[in-house]
């Protein structure tokens, strides 16, 4: 502690344990749980009639995130269980908004429980990759890398990730620029284009 200067200042704190059902992708008692649904993705799918409709029929979630935070500081790790859901929009599988970490030099872990799917990567000079998720998998997002979650199955895609506590999610650029590549299911079959 007393090694840390101003321009790092990270909070003391007791340790602690969470609970996991690792199998099932079920953080236990998590501290926080956010949602988003349909309407809370306009914008991000190339078939926005197909998105109103589902928003129409009842703005399903698309996603949810469950944590129990630490301080969003330098040398603390953020943890949280990210779990998307099956389904397409038109022909598109469902994804997550995507972000660059604001403090863009920073990385992620992911860690896939369950489902099947792809980590989308891309940079602000237009480099994409992606990654498949699958059980066991572990997608290192470095640092640079904005990142969407793509489930490519019929069960949720839920995985484990671990990111430094002061990274910050910047989801305006991403909005803006959008990702190279997109996942769609046509006659059974995943295609990225
Ligand atoms: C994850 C994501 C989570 C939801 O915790 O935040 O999967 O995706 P969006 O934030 O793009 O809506 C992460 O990458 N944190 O940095
Ligand atoms: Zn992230």
Known sequence: M??????????????????????????KNPTNHLARRASDMRGHYRNSAALDALIAGGDPVHYEVFEVPV?????????????????VVGEECFMTKGHYHTRINTGEIYLALRGR???MMKTTDGQCRYEEFAP???????????HRSINTGDEPLISFCVYPGDAGHNYGDIE???FPKR??????????E
């Open 2 to 27: 007393s090694t840390a200067t101003a321009s790092d200042k990270t909070t003391f704190i007791e340790p602690f344990a969470v609970d996991y059902d690792l199998a099932a992708g079920i953080m």
């Open 71 to 87: 301080p969003n500081e330098y040398g603390h790790l953020m943890y949280c269980i990210s779990d998307l859901k099956p389904g």
């Open 117 to 119: 799917g792809f980590m």
């Open 136 to 146: 066991g998998r572990m997608v290192y997002v470095p640092p640079y890398w904005g």
């Open 176 to 178: 803006r620029e959008g």
């Open 183 to 192: 996942a769609f299911r046509r006659g059974g079959k995943i295609v990225v």
